[in-house]
């Protein structure tokens, strides 16, 4: 499974358990955070959601 996320104007496509470097957020680094902006998730070949 994997999804494709918006963090400020940038967009990423992660699994579960990825690391990714985003622009400021206000978290210390290395520490764990959540994204609302889930743009759409997929399984194997199937869109799960979408949001537009």
């Known amino acids: 499974m994997f999804a494709i996320i918006k963090s400020g104007t940038q967009q990423f496509k992660v699994s579960e358990g990825d690391h990714i470097k985003v622009s400021l957020i206000s978290s210390p680094e290395g520490s764990k955070v959540s994204f609302d902006d889930?743009?759409?998730?997929f399984e194997d070949d199937e869109s799960l959601v979408s949001k537009v």
Not at 38 to 41: F, G, T
């Open 38 to 41: 889930v743009i759409m998730a």
